[in-house]
């Protein structure tokens, strides 16, 4: 393992930066940046590819971060100067280390369910808080799977990662960017599961949650947080659910992430009120 000495923003740092604000350079190089103790020790728990650590020698590392400069074996290794460190660092408290990850192979084929898979599918995310708090409930519900389809906020940008809280280490997240491809993912999945359903959300008034059998394989689709879930795939969903308000209240739908928690959760309850 090479350790390299980056004491100016040259090309070395320049990489850091973009690696941190660049959606296309991060797909270019198939890499992102992660930060804090426990994305970094879900990423080891999980067997993520790490590339490289950052550190800054001036600053005292505690044990944790020693330990993981000593155990995991890296290509390179990078100590940054104080300045650059608080600079690449996106905390109030600096980061006493950073890491570099390489990006998942975004593969349908090779997602594994369990005999009875909840799965869900985020339909256009524009929100990076929001779809790392749907990555978190995910992890939290049992959802074996989300899928992330057409042109959306970046799965790999700072802000979706720190908002799953650790969560999104833990979790099969594809993107699929073609229609086509969910929808002969639809066609596996009823092949393989012959009780497979697909549920569309939409806040109009469908079939309640409550009243839907959520015991059986299922494909829980969510649309965009402003225009909901698209027409080609509320099309091919074989039921579309709602979950209700009260009569009284002025809101008539919750945030996007609020209702892909109660979903998952009513899925959840209902098996394990099922099992019991």
């Not at 600079?87 to 369990?114: P, Y």
């Not at 945030?255 to 309850?269: I, Q």
């Amino acid at each position: 393992m090479k350790i390299e000495k980056v004491n100016s923003k040259n090309a070395i740092y320049q990489k850091f930066e973009v690696l941190k604000s660049n959606r296309n350079k991060r797909y270019k190089y198939q890499e992102f940046l992660v930060e804090g103790v426990r994305n970094i020790n879900e990423a080891i728990k999980n067997k993520w590819e790490i590339k490289a650590f950052l550190y800054c020698p001036e600053m005292p590392l505690s044990n944790w971060a020693n330990g993981l400069l000593s155990t995991i074996k890296t290509s390179t290794n990078y100590e940054l100067s104080q300045v650059l460190m608080n600079e690449i660092s996106g905390k109030e408290d600096t980061s006493e280390l950073l890491a570099i990850l390489k990006m998942n192979e975004d593969d349908l084929g090779s997602l594994v369910f369990s005999d009875n898979p909840v799965i869900a599918l985020f339909d256009r995310p524009s929100n990076k808080g929001n779809l790392g708090t749907i990555i978190r409930s995910c992890d939290s519900l049992g959802v074996e799977a989300l899928l992330i389809t057409g042109h959306s906020v970046d799965l790999y940008d700072p802000d979706v990662i720190t908002s799953s809280m650790g969560s999104f280490f833990n979790m099969k997240v594809i993107c699929v960017p073609e229609n086509q491809k969910v929808f002969d993912f639809i066609k596996t999945m009823k092949k393989n599961y012959p009780t497979f359903q697909s549920i569309g959300t939409t806040a109009h008034k469908e079939h309640p949650l409550y009243n839907l059998d959520l015991t059986k394989p299922t494909l829980f689709m969510i649309g965009n947080e402003t225009e909901g879930l698209s027409y080609a795939f509320q099309e091919n969903c074989d039921i579309l659910g709602t979950i209700p308000m009260v009569e009284t209240s002025y809101a008539s739908s919750f945030n996007v992430g609020c209702a892909a928690t109660v979903m998952f959760y009513e899925a959840y309850r209902q098996r394990f009120q099922f099992k019991n």
